[in-house]
């Protein structure tokens, strides 16, 4: 039923802005289509007789919920919390509402959001963020008979906000590459991210892709891994850089939280960047200007707001764009004070 603060009902606001009941109703709940004009007269009515109209009521009318869901295996990780806000925002604006599904939060989880929750909740589209689906789970996820769009993805035949993983990772290999660097090293994703869309090894596989293409025979010492975080950053680092077989000069990490790590492990090992060491990541996290991380940037809030865009169009019956069937999300390569040409031996020699 519509609620109002002072007494005044659906009849009301309408005999006001002289529509029927019907046009205030689609006005309101911005389900069908009502010109402008009419919009601004119906709401002013509204405004002025203190009345708001329930979601609820209307959505049984319409069939809509107005709500939103967001499955992620995480919301711990700058990535994903960023995605999330940027989401947030746009069903704000949009008016509608969000119900988060986290499938890493325990044994089972994973498995109860698919199967369970996502039919139980009235929901009129669902995103996913970072997952990557067996069949089975994709049949689950599909008989929820709602519009699905992907962040990060691939879900097969699926709208998806994607970056080229591969190529930008080969992009910052080949960044290090042009100043001059040949030893040099990878700091990947651990098996965090390996359990969806494999995105620490696609990230590996640009780095080792780059490496090949400049002749560079990648030393096994040279690859690390660690978890996406400036502490596993810096564990990881520490133990790279401290092994007088690696001597790399330039370090690529996965991501932005391992590279600002990778600084830290750097100073304390009494190593000056760029001078003795280049680093390089991916990211552009809110760390990286304090810290002058050269870096590339993905933009994970805009993500999150462009799948917001594509399933309120696909919700209007209008197709998606292209690009987020056979394209990807724009990347922006940031060059700061990490990174430089290597100092030649005499160079070292004269600053030891």
């Given at each position: ?6 007494g ?7 005999a ?13 709940s ?16 509204a ?21 939103i ?11 994903f ?5 940027g ?16 499938t ?7 498995e ?11 929901l009129?589209?669902?995103i ?8 089975e ?15 990060g ?30 030893r ?7 098996e ?11 990230r ?7 490496m090949?293409?400049?002749g ?9 891994s660690?978890e ?7 564990t ?6 401290a ?5 790399v000069?330039g370090?690529?990490?996965?991501a ?5 790590g ?14 003795d ?12 200007e ?7 940037g993905?933009?994970?809030a ?5 799948a ?19 394209g990807y999300?724009?990347t922006e390569?940031v ?14 020699d004269?600053?030891?």
């Amino acid at each position: 039923m519509e609620k109002h603060a002072r007494g005044a009902g659906i009849k009301e606001v309408a005999a006001r802005a002289g529509v029927s009941a019907a046009t205030v109703s689609r006005a309101l709940s911005g389900n069908g289509r009502v010109s402008e004009a009419t919009r601004r007269k119906v709401q002013q009515a509204a405004d002025e007789l203190g009345f708001v109209i329930s979601y609820n009521a209307s959505s049984l009318a319409s069939g809509r919920s107005r709500n939103i869901g967001i499955v992620m295996p995480s919301v711990g990780r700058w990535y994903f919390s960023q995605v999330l806000e940027g989401a947030a925002s746009a069903l704000i604006e949009a008016g509608y509402d969000l119900t988060l599904y986290n499938t890493s939060d325990g044994p089972g989880h994973r498995e109860s959001v698919l199967k369970e929750m996502l039919r139980r909740k009235r929901l009129d589209a669902v995103i996913t963020v970072a997952l990557r689906l067996t069949e089975e789970e994709l049949g689950q996820l599909r008989a929820v008979d709602k519009p699905i769009v992907a962040i990060g993805g691939p879900l097969p035949e699926t709208p998806t906000v994607r970056v080229d993983e591969f190529s930008i990772s080969a992009l910052a290999t080949r960044h290090l590459i042009s100043l001059g660097h040949r030893r040099i090293a990878h700091i990947g994703g651990g098996e965090e991210l390996e359990r969806d869309f494999r995105m620490g090894s696609t990230r590996q596989d640009g780095y080792l892709h780059a490496m090949a293409e400049a002749g560079i025979e990648v030393q096994p010492q040279w690859l690390a891994s660690s978890e996406f975080s400036v502490a596993g950053g810096r564990t990881a680092a520490k133990r790279l850089l401290a092994d007088p077989d690696t001597r790399v000069t330039g370090i690529f990490c996965a991501a932005d939280e391992i590279a600002v790590g990778t600084l830290l492990a750097a100073r304390e090992l009494g190593l000056r960047v760029p001078e003795d060491l280049s680093v390089i990541g991916i990211d552009d996290h809110e760390l990286a200007e304090v810290f002058g991380l050269t870096t590339i940037g993905q933009d994970p809030a805009g993500q999150g707001a462009a799948a917001v865009a594509a399933v309120l169009s696909l919700l209007q019956n209008r197709a998606p764009a292209p690009d987020l069937l056979h394209g990807y999300y724009p990347t922006e390569f940031v060059v700061r004070s990490s990174t430089a040409v290597p100092r030649t031996p005499a160079e070292s020699d004269a600053n030891a």
